[in-house]
């Protein structure tokens, strides 16, 4: 293995292998951070470029794109309320207010540090469970997966906070767009009422840009001035100060790393629930907050920002291991070991281990170059929020509605985008969370569908649930995290009421 | 403030939309019916280059995914287009005629489709976990008592319709397991225990049990209970030829190329040309060869006759595939 790690880094520091990764992250930044593109965009669009590469080459440059994408999202999530690629979706819940505090400095500077060392802790992750990979795929049957999608949804009654019946509505609404579509287990189409558009579901990227970033821009419209509510009192210098609080909020970015890691390595999850599960957890740990979340928690950038990022180096697992993508965008990387005539599997592990170390290499120095990046730029970065509306609303609405576009060139993800933008302006405005109906729409269809596969497989046994290891762990895990903030308030709120009454 | 916003909006989309027009319009789109990273994804950008050398000139041949309704969407398209050969796709057959059989919604006819070429086929082998040990032989799976769970993608697709087929064929009745989102998932389940058997194509079953070091390889737990062919088995296992099923033999797939109905002639003998030259070029055997892809070049004319047989050959089990979808 120290062999293969060697020869991976002799690979990389060549000036040909440093140019391509430096274009790869080049490349991963700027379609990471404009909405609707993202990785996989990047990653298909690149592939005719390595036709002349050597195998190695191309992993490089593939490498260094997939590891700079989410961290060029968090830039546009926390600036611009819109996730530059789904994962990044979290990241907008405390990103953006605290954007609109003024703070957009210290939220990207939070937010790259924690993508840089949660993709550090994710590639390490890689490394050292690659003996063991084999066990780690095979513990997640659909028990297993169905469990974790509610303890995600769990997630849905905490964010509410105080707005338990706005959230549950809007969840409901999100469950309920969720399911239109082509259901897998039935190879029906529902809910589609005829419309083509329809048949395949609602895109989570357009509906995601409509929703957040849109409806924003009409909000600003309406209300004028700029993102930031007090421009005259912003110091965009607090860039250090987001560093400081990832260090400062270690084990939040430790968990949230697991979190990137264990997700990413089970196929067909992905890095937007690994950020969504991320995020609740982080609010369920903290109970009671200095800042609400929602309202500009650092911690909320932290935890989703650094499961995202660590979860690219999770879902190499599977596809390196089995064949099996984690994500699209292993997906399509996958395609590009393929066209290379490598073929992924165990078969790759143990003949072509350099290639695999290369790889590693590739994106734990492209994971920092990214970050190095938007730290030196992120000053000027964080100037957009001070621009005035007039410039920044159609700015920002063309290139939100471009990357619906762009997405599919599909004009009808436009027109979903703008729905969405509309229902999102009403959600601001009455007060009802977005974030529940986001988590209900990502988690919602991967519910329904383990729960039917475990109906299909135990022939309709719901006591498997409780007679599988992992499936009882998962589901006590999500009574504690259900009542576990709960259980806290009220010893917290005790022990207030006894200092109070000792010190009468 | 309001008509600011909006003629600053109008704007800049009209300057952004200008530079995502067609750069030229000499180019040929290829699409792919399906997402990026799969097989179709690779196999259309692993012929694209190979289409624009053979035919020479300034022509670029330019691969564009289009994924939907099962393939449906970028067929659709193609025969919405006008007729001048701009446009290529690579059908997915039997799967892409399957509407046009049962009677589902479809705008395109696969019998009437202008044919290009076929690039690549594959056929099937069923096969089981040798650690869950339920089945040795495929008589153990034909005088099975219960009912056999089979880890599938969605009703209506390849897959599964092959296997309704064969089930069919044996007097099986199966309890599909569905949903999963590839054959290399519903492979993974079988080898969890999800299900007792599934179908993969050869190539991929290949792919999955090549090895050199056993313990740390999850798919070598699978192994072959019946290989569709006429011919001898290349897993050392009975046929469904050796059996007497050998109207089964037809049972796979076929990747074949076609452009939108009604290209003038002289278009499409040029572009067929081309494409047969490509899907006939050594390089992309060699690519076939090298990653496991059953390389098949057919001509136009025998491509267009290997539709119609496929398409007769499937009608016959009309009333088994329309109830599979129906589920």
Redesign the interface.
């Known amino acids: 293995m120290f062999d293969s790690l060697i020869i991976g880094i002799d690979n990389l520091f060549s000036l040909n292998s440093i140019l391509l990764l430096m274009a790869g992250s080049a490349v991963g930044l700027l379609f990471g951070a404009i909405p609707g593109l993202g990785g996989?965009t990047a990653?298909?669009l690149m592939?005719?470029l390595t036709?002349g590469m050597e195998p190695f080459q191309a992993i490089i440059l593939m490498g260094g794109i997939m590891a700079a994408t989410s961290t060029g999202g968090s830039v546009s999530a926390i600036l611009l309320n819109t996730p530059g690629i789904a994962p990044n979706a979290a990241t907008t819940f405390d990103g953006y207010p605290l954007a609109k505090q003024g703070k957009a400095g210290m939220a990207i500077g939070a937010g790259a540090t924690a993508s840089a060392l949660g993709g550090v802790v994710g590639i390490i992750s890689l490394v050292a469970v690659i003996?063991i990979?084999?066990e780690i795929?095979?513990l997640f049957?659909?028990p297993e997966f169905f469990m974790l999608a509610i303890f995600g949804l769990c997630a849905i009654a905490v964010s509410s906070g105080d707005r338990l019946l706005q959230g549950l509505i809007t969840a409901i609404i999100g469950l309920v767009v969720g399911f239109v579509g082509?259901?897998?287990?039935?190879?029906?189409v529902r809910y589609s009422m005829g419309i083509?558009l329809l048949?395949?579901g609602i895109k989570l990227v357009p509906a995601l840009i409509g929703l957040f970033a849109i409806s924003e821009m009409i909000n600003l419209?309406v209300k004028?001035g700029s993102i930031a509510e007090d421009t005259s009192s912003i110091a965009i210098s607090r860039v250090s100060d987001g560093i400081k609080q990832v260090f400062k909020n270690w084990s939040t970015m430790l968990v949230g790393s697991g979190y990137g890691t264990f997700i990413g390595a089970i196929?067909?999850v992905g890095g937007t629930v690994a950020a969504f599960l991320s995020y609740s957890t982080q609010v369920q740990r903290d109970p009671d907050p200095d800042i609400e979340y929602g309202k500009g928690n650092i911690k909320g950038v932290i935890a989703p920002e650094s499961a995202n990022n660590a979860k690219d180096g999770g879902s190499l697992i599977p596809t390196l291991?089995?064949?099996?993508?984690g994500s699209?965008e292993?997906?399509?990387?996958?395609?590009v070991l393929?066209?290379h005539?490598i073929?992924p599997?165990?078969?790759l592990?143990?003949?072509n281990e350099p290639l695999v170390f290369t790889l590693v290499v590739a994106l734990t120095v492209s994971v920092v170059f990214a970050t190095l990046v938007v730290l030196a730029l992120a000053k000027y970065m964080a100037m957009l929020t001070m621009v005035s509306?007039?410039?920044l609303?159609?700015?920002v609405?063309?290139?939100a509605?471009?990357g619906a576009?762009?997405l599919?060139?599909e004009i009808g993800d436009v027109v979903i985008a703008l729905i969405f933008a509309i229902i999102g302006y009403f959600m601001i405005r009455f007060n009802y969370p977005r974030v529940t109906f986001t988590i209900a729409l990502v988690l919602g269809t991967l519910t329904e569908?383990n729960f039917?596969?475990t109906m299909?497989?135990h022939d309709g046994d719901m006591t498997v649930f409780l007679t599988r290891w992992l499936s009882v762990t998962l589901l006590i895990l999500t009574v504690l995290s259900l009542g576990f903030p709960t259980f806290r308030k009220k010893v917290r709120e005790r022990n207030r009421r006894r200092e109070a009454e000792a010190s009468k | 403030m309001l008509s600011r916003v909006i003629t600053g909006t109008a704007a800049a989309a009209l300057a952004v939309g200008a530079s995502i027009l067609p750069a030229q319009a000499k180019n040929i789109t290829f699409l792919i019916a399906y997402g990026p990273g799969g097989g179709f994804d690779t196999v259309t950008r692993k012929l694209a280059p190979l289409i624009e050398k053979h035919l020479g000139g300034n022509v670029n041949v330019v691969p564009k995914n289009m994924p939907g309704g099962r393939g449906k969407k970028a067929a659709n398209y193609l025969v919405n287009r006008k007729p001048n050969g701009r446009n290529l796709l690579i059908f997915n057959m039997p799967g892409h005629a399957m509407p046009n059989i049962i009677g589902e919604k479809a705008d395109y006819d696969v019998r009437t489709i202008d044919w290009l070429a076929r690039a690549a086929e594959f056929k099937y082998l069923i096969v089981t976990s040798a650690r869950a040990g339920k089945f040795k032989t495929w008589n153990d799976v034909t005088s099975y008592k219960d009912k056999i769970k089979i880890p599938m993608t969605a009703p209506g697709t390849t897959g599964y319709l092959a296997t309704a087929i064969l089930m069919d064929a044996y007097g099986i009745k199966p309890k599909f397991i569905t949903g999963y989102k590839s054959s290399s998932k519903y492979a993974l389940g079988v080898i969890r225990g999800d299900g007792d058997l599934t179908i993969l194509a050869k190539g991929s079953f290949r792919k999955y049990i090549t090895s050199k070091k056993k313990n740390r390889q999850a798919f070598k737990d699978l192994t072959p209970l019946l290989e569709i062919t006429n011919g001898p088995s290349q897993f050392g296992v009975e046929t469904t030829g050796s059996l007497g099923k050998k109207e089964l033999a037809v049972l796979g797939g076929d990747r074949m190329i076609g452009t939108t109905p009604g290209t003038p002639k002289a278009v499409k003998d040029k572009i067929a040309n081309a494409v047969f030259k490509a899907v006939s070029d050594p390089e992309f055997a060699a690519w076939g060869k090298k990653v496991g892809r059953d390389v098949a070049p057919l001509n136009a004319a025998q491509t267009k006759a290997k539709a119609l047989e496929l398409f007769a050959y499937y009608s016959k089990f009309k009333s088994v595939l329309a109830a599979s979808v129906k589920k």
């Not at chain 1, 292993?330 to 395609?335: Q, S």
């Open positions: 996989t990653v298909a592939i005719p036709f003996p990979m084999k795929v095979l049957t659909p082509l259901y897998d287990i039935t190879g029906t083509p048949e395949d419209a004028g196929p067909g291991a089995f064949g099996i993508p699209a292993t997906a399509v990387f996958l395609g393929i066209l005539g073929e599997g165990q078969k592990l143990v003949e509306v007039n410039v609303i159609p700015t609405s063309v290139i509605l471009v576009y762009a599919h060139t569908l039917d596969q299909q497989i």
